[in-house]
Each structure stands twice: as C-alpha cells, then as structure tokens.
C-alpha cells in the first residue's frame, strides 16, 4: 500500500452551460497548486454539449500542460448520441496521458449509459495503440469481470487502474458496505481509486483513503458540495480539502511526478 494518494480533478458539471476553456483552465491551475495531479475532462462545447470537436478540449489542456507536468485524463465516455469514434476524439490530442475507460452499460438515472463489448474493444485498442493509460471507470462488480476477460485480448500496461465510481441513482449506492464489496472483486495487484457522485460529505472519501486507494476523484462533475448544506464556486476548495484529509491520515499527495511513476505513465507522453 503506497502512502502517497493523488488527487484526480473532474472540474466540469454535466449540466454545465457555460464552459469557456480560459476559465476552465484557470480553475485547474489553482487546483495544480493545491495538490491535483490528474485532470479528468470531457470534450464539451462552450455551451457544455458533448461533442467530437476537440477545439475548446485543446485550448483548455493547452496552459495546463505549459505551465503545470499534470496529469491530463480525456474522457471517452458520457451519456450522449456521440458513436464511439467521436468519443474517441480526444485520444488524438498530443499531451493526453489517460483516458477513462468504460465496460459496460449501466442505468444513470433515467438514462441507459451504454457501452456495448465492441465499443469497448474499439477504444481499448486506441488507447493501446497511443500508448496512453486506462482508468477503467467501474459502475458494477460486472464491470470489474469484464475488464479482466478484456485484458485477455488487449495488453493494457500494468499495473491496471480501477475507479470504483458509487452514487449513481440506478447505480451502485454510495455506502461503506457497498464500497468494501467492489474493492474485494479488484485484483489485489492492481490499483483502485474512489469516485463519489452526489456527494453531501468526504466520509467514503476518507474510508477510501484508509482502505489504501491510490486515486480520489473530486470536482464539480461529481458534486459542489464542501459540506452537508454548503456549494462552492470554484474547485478549489474541494482540493483543499481532500488533500487536508490526505495529510491528515498521515499519508501523502502525490505530485504528478510521483503519479506517473505511480500509474506507469510515460513521461514523454504529454
């Protein structure tokens, strides 16, 4: 079990309607210098739609990978009438380094977030190809067995990164119980992080940490929430806070130099 923990930053709503790169890129850069080492972004227009066209995606990672060594995690998934090449789209942009991944389809409210075996492949297969590495983002305890009967097939580099995400309506429940169960199904030599949507409190947070996850997923795509009552406006204190919790667990925030090392990133990869 590592003591250092990075600090994975979602920073974008889904139902975000203003989403100006500038912006976005000002809020991740103060997130840098609170301890984020990864930022998790979807391909979004100005008016927060997903969409192929990468224009705004570069423009927001552009002053990240200048002035930060940042971690840059494109998103390959989201509920959308995209086919899976356009959400592929970002694995082309030069500085990517991650790439969530998603292996199965799952209720998302009143959504069906689908993602069919040869979707799957499709995008696995370029993640190989571009030498980027896999954050497979794990819904349901089916999910993980998947991910395993893939990796028959697809050489993904090692060691495998699973991101247990809880909290979906229609989903798996943000519980402790539920939490230790998804962790029992994980390959014990592979490494595990904790995405907690709808989020009122860091209680699975913290328990994720002291179960030992390598990763923590904060930001405004999963809740605004600093407390029970309380939203913020900028993501800042949200970092602030999880990395107070990480130090306060006598553990480390990983710097990104650190993360990389961490999750087998190349270092020329950005």
């Given at each position: 079990?590592?003591?250092?923990?990075?600090?994975?930053?979602?920073?974008?709503?889904?139902?975000?309607?203003?989403?100006?790169?500038?912006?976005?890129?000002?809020?991740?850069?103060?997130?840098?210098?609170?301890?984020?080492?990864?930022?998790?972004?979807?391909?979004?227009?100005?008016?927060?739609?997903?969409?192929?066209?990468?224009?705004?995606?570069?423009?927001?990672?552009?002053?990240?990978?200048?002035?930060?060594?940042?971690?840059?995690?494109?998103?390959?998934?989201?509920?959308?009438?995209?086919?899976?090449?356009?959400?592929?789209?970002?694995?082309?942009?030069?500085?990517?380094?991650?790439?969530?991944?998603?292996?199965?389809?799952?209720?998302?409210?009143?959504?069906?977030?689908?993602?069919?075996?040869?979707?799957?492949?499709?995008?696995?297969?370029?993640?190989?190809?571009?030498?980027?590495?896999?954050?497979?983002?794990?819904?349901?305890?089916?999910?993980?067995?998947?991910?395993?009967?893939?990796?028959?097939?697809?050489?993904?580099?090692?060691?495998?990164?699973?991101?247990?995400?809880?909290?979906?309506?229609?989903?798996?429940?943000?519980?402790?119980?539920?939490?230790?169960?998804?962790?029992?199904?994980?390959?014990?030599?592979?490494?595990?992080?904790?995405?907690?949507?709808?989020r009122r409190d860091f209680s699975l947070i913290a328990a994720a940490v002291g179960?030992?996850?390598?990763?923590?997923?904060?930001?405004?795509?999963?809740?605004?929430?600093?407390?029970?009552?309380?939203?913020?406006?900028?993501?800042?204190?949200?970092?602030?806070?999880?990395?107070?919790?990480?130090?306060?667990?006598?553990?480390?925030?990983?710097?990104?130099?650190?993360?990389?090392?961490?999750?087998?990133?190349?270092?020329?990869?950005?």
């Amino acid at each position: 079990m590592s003591n250092h923990v990075i600090i994975s930053l979602a920073p974008v709503a889904a139902d975000s309607t203003r989403v100006e790169p500038a912006e976005v890129a000002q809020d991740i850069l103060a997130c840098a210098d609170a301890g984020a080492a990864v930022v998790h972004l979807h391909v979004r227009d100005r008016h927060g739609k997903l969409t192929p066209d990468v224009s705004d995606f570069a423009a927001t990672i552009a002053p990240v990978l200048s002035q930060t060594e940042m971690i840059v995690q494109a998103s390959t998934g989201g509920v959308s009438a995209m086919n899976i090449e356009q959400r592929c789209a970002p694995l082309q942009c030069k500085g990517v380094g991650m790439a969530s991944l998603n292996v199965g389809s799952v209720n998302l409210g009143d959504s069906v977030y689908l993602n069919p075996t040869p979707d799957v492949e499709y995008c696995s297969r370029l993640i190989v190809e571009k030498n980027i590495i896999p954050e497979f983002e794990v819904f349901e305890i089916g999910m993980i067995n998947n991910i395993l009967l893939l990796q028959e097939k697809i050489k993904f580099k090692q060691p495998l990164l699973f991101n247990i995400v809880l909290g979906h309506r229609g989903s798996t429940p943000a519980t402790i119980d539920a939490l230790i169960a998804m962790r029992q199904f994980i390959p014990r030599d592979a490494l595990w992080a904790i995405t907690h949507f709808g989020r009122r409190d860091f209680s699975l947070i913290a328990a994720a940490v002291g179960m030992g996850a390598t990763e923590v997923r904060i930001g405004f795509e999963d809740s605004r929430y600093i407390n029970a009552t309380d939203t913020v406006e900028s993501n800042l204190p949200l970092v602030k806070k999880l990395a107070n919790i990480i130090t306060s667990m006598d553990k480390q925030v990983a710097t990104p130099k650190q993360a990389r090392k961490m999750l087998n990133i190349d270092i020329n990869n950005r």
